[in-house]
């Protein structure tokens, strides 16, 4: 299953639903059928610069090719494995590997994200039980 920022409704961030393919530098929600090991990207070329990301409304859903140390006690949220949006550690429990994206919300709203996945469910935000460097 593959979702897109689509819209920001008050403080949900909402994901839609993609059938036609992904876009070159959009981040998006990747949900395999299986675990994925060790991916290869064949004939792919990688630009490591920051990606510019997706802002709607304020938020900000921003990805990452590279290791990337998440800024503690600010905006940044990222979706975590139980499908809740989390806060991250302070360092070095902070850091997430590439191949990963995280969001950005506006000070008021950090406290009160919430995001729609594609089959309606909506999840805010749980503290993390551990790090958030994702094996």
Do not use: H, W
Not at 2 to 11: K, L, M, R, W, Y
Not at 31 to 38: E, G, I
Not at 104 to 133: C, F, H, K, W, Y
């Amino acid at each position: 299953e593959v979702a897109e920022f689509a819209s920001v409704d008050g403080n949900t961030m909402v994901f839609s639903a993609v059938s036609n393919g992904v876009k070159a530098g959009v981040p998006c929600i990747i949900k395999p059928a299986k675990k994925v090991v060790n991916p290869c990207f064949a004939g792919v070329t990688i630009n490591t610069a920051a990606p510019q990301g997706v802002s709607i409304d304020g938020c900000t859903y921003r990805g990452t090719y590279v290791k990337y140390a998440m800024t503690y006690g600010g905006t940044e949220l990222m979706l975590n494995t139980r499908n809740s949006l989390s806060r991250p550690k302070p360092a070095p429990d902070n850091v997430m590997r590439g191949l990963r994206a995280y969001f950005v919300v506006p000070e008021a709203s950090v406290q009160s994200a919430r995001l729609m996945l594609p089959d309606n469910t909506v999840t805010g935000i749980a503290d993390m039980a551990t790090g958030i460097s994702l094996p």
